[in-house]
């Protein structure tokens, strides 16, 4: 995903294993109005310690990199592309 935004580039993501369709779409559109940027979004990954649950982790994720972007003002980077 990061490397498809870097490159703007569209991407098409099927989780066979996992029912996580619609919550990736609400990540996406939340990173993407918050206007995250790839280098944001790969900070918070970076840094990310995952939850217990598991089934928290892309709302995890989204707090993470939201919080990553509220302390930056982004110079001309790639925002993260749906």
Same mark, same amino acid.
């Given at each position: 995903?990061?490397?498809? @935004? ?29 206007? /995250?940027? /790839? ?5 918070? *990954? &970076? ?7 598991? @089934?928290?982790? *892309? ?8 919080? /990553?972007? &509220?302390?930056? @003002? ?7 592309? &749906?």
């Amino acid at each position: 995903w990061l490397a498809a @935004s870097q490159g703007q580039r569209s991407l098409r993501y099927f989780p066979f294993d996992a029912p996580i369709g619609p919550e990736l779409t609400e990540l996406s559109t939340a990173l993407c109005e918050a206007g /995250v940027t /790839v280098g944001q979004l790969f900070a918070a *990954l &970076r840094d990310l310690t995952p939850p217990q649950d598991e @089934s928290q982790l *892309l709302a995890y994720l989204r707090a993470k990199a939201l919080a /990553v972007a &509220r302390k930056a @003002s982004p110079p001309n980077n790639t925002a993260i592309r &749906r």
